[in-house]
């Protein structure tokens, strides 16, 4: 491996850090505006008021700590979810100023917490590098939450105060001494009931976000507690963004070791990690002064860029050496898209004046990004690939191989398209279409086995719902190339329906129907084939499940008639309720077994009209735990997904064998 550069965030001396503390002082804080417009419209500065909202005020909170951390004053932060409802983070950091600002006669802290932009990171003095840069975070969690509680050490001092939807209920006072060497802020709020649909957090979600920031942020200490359920995770990671690969990939079969770089180039520091798998799915996160931009951004486009560039010419290169024979004739001029099949990478920036789209911050937009990491990824690749002959064949043998499987793709498709031409209709002969031609309007169910799929035809209602019947279990994507995938020909059925395209050619304006609804049996084959759709989706079709058009229906388990009186439960649970209201005695209990013993009626009256049905809609609210689920049931490793059903055999209430 080539040598790693020194990190540019140091963690400073004794002295250093005395100084910086002197000068972290309320004249540090600059206030840009005021705190109208976030209860009104929180939305705006959140993302949403559902749980993805809800958790994000966490991440706000936390990110003003690893601020610190990436400023070298902080190694240790504590999050616990509080058996009252509340949510409090604590850190070890310098502390929030709390001197009066004579401009306001207010405290820093509580101007910190009550103005839309105030804060220390306008300046570059007190944070050189922060994820919080619009100086938000805190300020919005206060005015999203009936409660806020600040605690601050510093100074040798311990200082309190208390806040309320936005305001100061209390003024900021002096509760008892510290140690010289004890700082630190602790941020305690209950969010807001009538902001948020839903004020129950989830300790998974978050500890999948806290693990996250830890390998972002080697060498400090991230531990969550969950008062009521008694459960704790503590993550500290030494190794890195190349822990972080190792963790990704710890059920799929790895081509090499980890391939690890990192250098500063232009003011902004590069860090990434790459690691090839035998799979055939790509995972590539892009983070931005440890924030997850979700949706990429200019740093991703610039690896993107450098590893197709470097790949390419390590080949041509290796051709001037071997003769005209040393080259495949796939090898001539890889895509990007066959460079990244089974590529398992993390790229990671430290930006000085980040520039991102949205106060949510899942895209970066800052130009200079893409040049730092093209020209880093470029030469220290190259570096790499010179100096590891063996595992450089290994790689670009995996390239070529995608890219014959993506030659032999398009060969089928153009096949399948002329095809479709001569026909006088080129959609899937047993597609059932509805007749409007509103995509936002229309529905298409996606039904197990022929007998189910008659059944939906004849109970749905034509204007807006199609439906298609799925002969058996589709191929398991997982475990296929490209290649393979376009000539199963309930896939390209289903491709063809839902009009969009898969791989590259993917076009989401062409979607046809806005909800996507798997209809299948409530035992384990229906199960089973929803998973491999779920799959085929998550693999091939991403933006559908990210953009919420997929759900999943739910059929009943049960009809309980009892004279004239009809009532259809979902689960057992449901059942017993049932039975406990109208009476055990003279009740007809009927097991559905299939979709397909339930007449027209039936199946539109319970799981297809929309004024009694329940629909799930899918969604990933975390991609890397979504990714491991996915290639632990999916994959071709046996004794990961043997303990996975192990672990989770007592959550299945009820098997059909």
């Known amino acids: 491996m080539p040598e790693q550069t020194k990190k540019v965030q140091e963690i400073p001396e004794k002295e250093s850090e005395k100084q910086s503390m002197k000068e972290y002082k309320g004249d540090s804080i600059q206030v ?26 966490v991440y706000e909170v936390v990110d003003n700590s690893i601020d610190e951390a990436l400023s070298g004053f902080c190694n240790r932060i504590i999050i616990i979810m509080h058996s009252d409802g509340s949510v409090s983070v604590q850190d070890n950091g310098r502390g929030i100023p709390t001197d009066i600002m004579p401009k306001y006669g ?17 300046d570059k003095k007190s944070y050189k590098i922060s994820g919080g840069l619009h100086g938000v975070g805190v300020s919005v969690v206060n005015a999203l939450s009936i409660k806020m509680q600040a605690t601050v050490m510093r100074e040798g001092k311990v200082f309190f105060q208390e806040f309320g939807t936005g305001k100061a209920v209390s003024d900021m006072k002096i509760i008892g001494t510290a140690q010289p060497e004890q700082t630190g802020t602790i941020i305690r709020f209950w969010p807001d009931p009538s902001i948020f649909e839903t004020t129950e957090f989830s300790f998974e979600v978050l500890s999948s976000r806290l693990r996250e920031l830890a390998f972002l942020n080697k060498g400090v200490e991230i531990t969550i507690k969950d008062e009521k359920s008694q459960k704790e995770h503590t993550f500290l990671y030494q190794g890195g963004i190349s822990s972080f690969i190792e963790y990704m990939n710890q059920n799929k079969k790895p081509l090499h070791p980890v391939i690890y770089f990192s250098k500063a180039d232009g003011g902004i520091e590069v860090e990434a990690a790459m690691q090839y798998t035998e799979g055939y799915s790509e995972n590539i996160f892009s983070f931005a002064n440890s924030i ?19 790949v390419n010419n390590y080949i041509e290169a290796s051709k001037g050496k071997n003769g005209k024979n040393g080259k495949k004739p796939e090898e001539s001029g890889l895509s990007s898209e066959d460079v990244r099949e089974g590529l398992t990478a993390v790229i990671s920036v430290k930006v000085p004046e980040p520039q991102f789209e949205g106060q949510t911050k899942t895209k970066l937009g800052n130009s200079q990004a893409k040049g730092a990491v093209e020209s880093v990824v470029f030469d220290k690749l190259t570096a790499y690939l010179q100096e590891n002959p063996a595992i450089a064949k290994m790689i670009i043998e995996k390239c070529s191989n995608a890219a014959a499987a993506r030659n032999a793709a398009r060969q089928a498709r153009d096949l399948a398209r002329r095809k479709s031409i001569l026909s006088s209709n080129s959609l899937p002969g047993k597609l059932a279409d509805c007749s409007d031609d509103d995509p936002a309007h229309c529905e298409l169910y996606l039904v197990e086995g022929d007998s189910a799929g008659g059944s939906a035809k004849q109970g749905r209602n034509r204007n807006f719902q ?14 296929s190339r490209l290649d393979k995938i376009v000539i199963n020909r309930e896939i390209t059925n289903l491709i063809t329906a839902i009009g969009c395209g898969i791989a590259n050619e993917f076009d989401i304006r062409k979607l046809r129907y806005h909800k996507i609804i798997i209809m299948t049996d409530a035992d384990v084959d229906g199960a089973h084939i929803r998973t491999l759709l779920l799959t085929f989706f998550f693999r091939q079709m991403k933006p559908l499940i990210e953009q919420g058009y997929v759900y999943i229906a739910q059929p009943p388990l049960y ?30 209990i009927q097991r559905y077994k299939g979709l397909g013993e339930m007449n027209p009626e039936q199946l539109w009256e319970t799981t297809m009209s929309p004024a009694n049905r329940t629909l799930l809609k899918v969604t990933v609210e975390d991609a890397v735990e979504a990714d491991k689920i996915f290639t632990v049931l999916m994959g071709s490793e046996v004794e990961p997904r043997r303990e996975f059903i192990k672990a989770h055999s007592k959550e299945v209430s009820m098997l059909d064998i």
Do not use: Q, W
């Open 559 to 588: 009809r309980v008639a009892r004279g004239k009186s009809v009532r259809y439960c979902y689960n057992d649970a449901e059942l017993e309720s049932c039975l406990k209201e109208i009476g055990r005695e003279n009740t007809s």
């Open 292 to 310: 997850n931009t979700i949706e990429g951004g200019t740093h991703l486009t610039g690896f993107k860029s450098a590893l197709t560039r470097a």
């Open 32 to 57: 840009l505006d005021g705190l109208e417009g976030v209860r009104k419209r929180p939305a705006m500065y959140i993302g949403s008021t559902s749980a993805s909202g809800l958790h994000h005020i």
């Open 466 to 479: 199609a439906i298609l019947p799925l002969r058996g279990k589709i191929l398991n994507v997982e475990k």
């Open 106 to 122: 207010k405290p820093a802290m509580e101007l910190v917490l009550t103005k839309l932009h105030a804060g220390g990171k306008f």
